[in-house]
């Protein structure tokens, strides 16, 4: 990190930090959230390459703050699933608590890595490498050829090894 | 650890994994990926890394993905439905969460993972174990007491009751008495083992220290008991003068990744028990008792070949 993306966003978090937060807070609903959102948004900022030159850094913080909280109601979506599926399992089958956590840590990071794929590559994706079925099979049950979900398989499997 | 690798490297090892799932993939291709996989510690350290990711998606699936489902009324659709709802869970755009809450409520589901067996006494007293990589569902109600495996191996030890208990297959239904069962799943038919009691498939009865293959309509190669059907429930893999092999395919049910071996080993034979929990000591004593060497190009590929090639 360059230490002139360092002041830029020191700059930005004096001058906006409590205007983000109410902004999040209205978004949100809850305080607690909304405190814990601004700190995100600036953390994702300090992870950037760079912040681009500020002519309204408002507008800029919002549209990161906008990313920040997709995210947010995407993994409360998903943790919803997550634990109505927990929910299901038999006692004696159910992980613990470290097992769950990391579980659902898995299920977050593939959910954004296969983000933006067409839900036909994804379900080829998983298919093949979480149930372990075959090609041939694949194919049948998509109904594409076979060339296709190598195809498919291809791409989904760059994005999720290599993130390429 | 560092997961970054260059682009073209990364391209070679997606290659070779999409390649190697193929069905048709053959001993030649095999070597090719063999030779791939020396060329470079770079393809190495690229491969190993997508077997660990496979690793904590496999992860992912079972038990909590499966647990959640309705038995369909095949494998295959369970299959399908099994993948739409961990699409659900882990992208909801579009596809998933919908499915997911319209899918019915609980069933009894159980699941073993690779490299684990687990034992439950169900209702009726009944014991159900399950060998490694299996599933299987139980249903009891006034009428019956239906157990049915997906996939894998269990083993029913089944308690005395009024009610009948049918134990289903994908090639079908038997009846069983009273006494201790072991069913196995393979692709095609199931193998029925009958330690004590009998069990019946339209009236037709196959009785305690025998074996048959079932294949929906009766039983065919009926044989006496085998010593090694079993001994997984004690954690033992038996061979009495087994091929190589077979022995390899066996131990491979156990472990995760690739395990095989070249044709000039295939037909050595091999006898013995083996502990089933260290499945890596079992790879050492090979090369005791055998003129082969293990080859592990990672923890999740291992090929068995002679020593002197």
């Known amino acids: 990190m360059s230490s002139a993306l360092s002041s830029t966003v020191e700059g930005l978090y004096h001058a906006h930090h409590s205007w983000l937060t109410g902004w999040l807070r209205r978004r949100l609903g809850c305080p607690q959230n909304a405190a814990d959102l601004a700190q995100d948004t600036y953390i994702r900022l300090l992870q950037a390459r760079e912040v681009p030159q500020l002519v309204e850094p408002r507008a800029f913080l919002t549209t990161v703050a906008k990313r920040v909280l997709c995210n947010h109601f995407r993994r409360q979506e998903l943790e919803r699933a997550y634990l109505e599926a927990l929910a299901q399992v038999p006692e004696e089958f159910a992980p613990c608590e470290e097992q769950k956590a990391i579980i659902f840590e898995t299920l977050l990071e593939l959910d954004r890595l296969l983000d933006g794929l067409a839900p036909l590559v994804k379900r080829a994706f998983l298919l093949a490498q979480v149930d372990g079925l075959g090609q041939g099979e694949i194919a049948r049950q998509l109904g594409i050829s076979l060339a296709t979900v190598k195809r498919y398989l291809n791409k989904a499997a760059m994005r999720c090894y290599f993130a390429l | ?309």
């Open chain 2, 1 to 309: 650890m560092n997961s970054t690798f260059c682009a073209q490297v990364a391209e070679q090892a997606v290659h070779w994994l999409i390649e190697s799932q193929d069905e048709t993939f053959d001993a030649a291709q095999q070597q090719a990926l063999e030779r791939w996989l020396a060329a470079d510690s770079e393809h190495q350290r690229a491969w190993s890394h997508i077997q660990q990711v496979n690793q904590r998606l496999r992860g992912v699936a079972s038990p909590v993905v499966h647990a959640t489902l309705q038995a369909p009324p095949s494998p295959a659709r369970r299959r399908a439905l099994k993948a739409l709802l961990l699409v659900g869970m882990a992208s909801a755009a579009g596809l998933g969460l919908q499915q997911h809450t319209a899918l019915p409520g609980l069933m009894a589901d159980y699941r073993s993972p690779v490299g684990q067996r687990r034992r439950m006494t169900l209702d009726d007293g009944s014991e159900l174990q399950l060998n490694t990589r299996s599933a299987a569902d139980v249903r009891f109600d006034s009428q019956q007491r239906l157990v049915r495996l997906f996939e894998g191996e269990l083993q029913l030890q089944v308690a005395k009751d009024p009610r009948p208990l049918l134990l289903r297959s994908a090639e079908g239904v038997l009846r069983l008495e009273q006494g201790r069962f072991n069913l196995r799943q393979f692709n095609g038919f199931s193998q029925v083992s009958v330690f004590d009691g009998s069990a019946s498939v339209g009236g037709h009865a196959l009785l305690a220290g025998q074996q048959a293959r079932f294949a929906g309509s009766g039983w065919q190669a009926i044989a006496p008991l085998q010593r090694n059907v079993g001994a997984w429930v004690d954690g033992m893999l038996v061979a009495s003068q087994m091929r190589l092999a077979d022995f390899l395919d066996e131990l491979g049910r156990y472990r995760q990744g690739q395990l095989g071996c070249s044709e000039q080993v295939a037909d050595l034979r091999i006898s013995g028990s083996y502990p089933l929990d260290d499945s890596e000591r079992i790879l050492q004593m090979l090369e005791v008792a055998l003129p082969v060497r293990v080859r592990r190009f990672t923890r999740y590929w291992v090929t068995v070949e002679s020593r002197t090639s």
